[in-house]
């Protein structure tokens, strides 16, 4: 498949999937809804930006490079038991600890440089940053609470 169409799937997919979390945010109260809203609009972002990058990308070509490359069978499977793998772990060492360690390894496992030190920094800073502006967005300025385990 190529970029072109894995990227209008994945934003159609993302819309979708957003669609479908604001309508049963539509059965919550307003306090409760404040976080799944939040969490929401970035997925709707998200999926607008893939939506016009694959729109921007032009005609696919047959036969090209990109279109004989196919999927990373391996990659995408490691990728899916990595964020299976995270979202159990929130629960028994918290959301923040848990997402830097999903974002940590899997900027690492997936960047195109190898497991480089510099790449080992630059998925711990990425890491990090997301992580510190997900806390001061949840915790700091909009005080909804994160689910917490053993570290944090």
Known sequence: MSKRNSDLI?????????????????????????????????????GLGVLVRGFLR?????????????????????IIIATIVYVICIAYIGFYVSTVLYLLLGSWYLN???????????????????SGILYATFTVFLQVPTPTGLLF
Do not use: C
């Open 10 to 46: 994945a934003g159609i997919t993302s819309l979708l999937i957003a669609a479908i979390f604001w309508s049963q945010g539509l059965k919550l109260g307003t306090e409760s809804n404040l976080l799944p809203k939040v969490l929401e609009y970035f997925i709707i972002i998200a």
């Open 58 to 78: 032009g005609k696919d070509v047959q036969g090209s490079h990109e279109e004989k490359e196919g999927l990373n069978w391996t990659r995408a499977i490691v």
């Open 112 to 130: 195109e440089k190898g497991f480089t030190l510099s790449s080992l920094v630059f998925s711990l800073v990425f890491g990090v940053g997301v």
